[in-house]
């Protein structure tokens, strides 16, 4: 089944311990991105990714990290996590930038 | 800095009337996407629309784009209470990234 997964679903973590979103797509797209969803704020886009090794800044990159060394997987790193990055975190995946994204089911992270 | 603004935000109607959600934005695009997010769930993808006077339809749901005015539409018709969902509109960053902009969506309750 195509699909777009991620890791944890749901997280609660404390100010400053550093942790890891992974995401995996398996439909061999090209370009994959990360988005955090907040009530009354729509999506905000984090980071994105349109190949292997090729990483730009969304709207909201500031307290974040991507990697992108396999064409699969695009893990969101928070180095020192705070409060104010409480939120539900969308991974996408698309064939090529300017296509259609699919979505995983998301993550909720709670930062205390 | 590209904005993309919906309304209404939310938007409560009966079964079987016809409503239209909007989507502007502020600089020139000749894409844009729309999505639906069911309560709780991921967001799936409604339409893409491609250039200047792009209209597609799916069941009661039906999308046009005029990129002279910045102005895409969701027109629902004879809604059912199935169409109860967040819609969200997604416009490309101008500047040849592939950065996108959400709106901030448009809640719908449909009533039976």
């Known amino acids: 089944e195509a699909q777009v997964t991620q890791n944890p679903r749901y997280l609660i973590t404390v100010t400053g311990k550093k942790l890891t979103v992974t995401c995996s797509q398996n439909m061999n797209h090209e370009y994959m991105s990360w988005y955090r969803q907040d009530p009354g704020l729509g999506l905000r886009q984090i980071y994105y990714s349109m190949n292997v090794e090729v990483t730009d800044k969304g709207d909201v990159p500031e307290g974040y990290k991507v990697s992108r060394k396999e064409k699969r997987n695009f893990p969101l790193i928070l180095e020192s996590p705070s409060p104010n990055q409480t939120s539900l975190y969308f991974c996408?995946?698309?064939?090529?930038?300017?296509?259609?994204?699919?979505f995983g089911p998301g993550t909720r992270l709670l930062v205390l | 800095e590209l904005k993309v603004e919906q309304n209404p935000l939310f938007l409560s109607m009966q079964e079987g009337k016809n409503y239209t959600i909007y989507c502007n934005y502020s600089?020139?695009?000749?894409?844009l996407y729309w999505y639906r997010q069911d309560p709780g769930k991921s967001l799936e993808s409604l339409f893409v629309l491609l250039s200047n006077g792009a209209v597609k339809q799916e069941g009661r749901l039906m999308a046009s784009l005029d990129t002279k005015a910045r102005l895409s539409t969701l027109h629902i018709t004879a809604a059912v209470h199935d169409l109860s969902a967040t819609y969200f509109c997604a416009v490309p960053d101008s500047s040849g990234t592939y950065k996108y902009i959400f709106g901030t969506g448009t809640r719908l309750k449909v009533l039976a």
């Open positions: 996408a995946s698309s064939v090529a930038g300017g296509r259609t994204q699919y």
């Open positions: 600089t020139t695009s000749d894409r």
